[in-house]
């Protein structure tokens, strides 16, 4: 006995998967392999969910803290007397 499909009418309720595209260059892109080839990974949506894993310990390590905090200190107090070199 077959199931008869419906067009245009969702079978999986349960399974939904939060999609994003990125865009990437020409020279985006070859970092980007280059990052694969470090992680031994050879699929691209793997590879970006394991830079984002090892970028967010990186980010919340205590010496790249302490430079933000002092990266966004200098930024409060430049806003703060009018200095706006960078934006």
Known sequence: MTIKKEPFRR???GKSADVITIK????????FE???????QSKDSTAFKQLAK???QV???EKVKAI??????????NKRL???DFD
Do not use: D, F, H, T
């Open 24 to 31: 990437m260059n020409a020279e985006e892109r070859r970092e």
């Open 82 to 84: 009018g200095i706006v």
């Open 11 to 13: 079978y999986q309720e």
């Open 59 to 61: 980010l919340q390590e």
């Open 68 to 77: 933000n905090q002092v990266v966004m200190n200098n930024y409060r107090k």
């Open 54 to 56: 090892i970028g967010s």
């Open 34 to 40: 280059g990052w694969k080839y470090l992680l031994q």
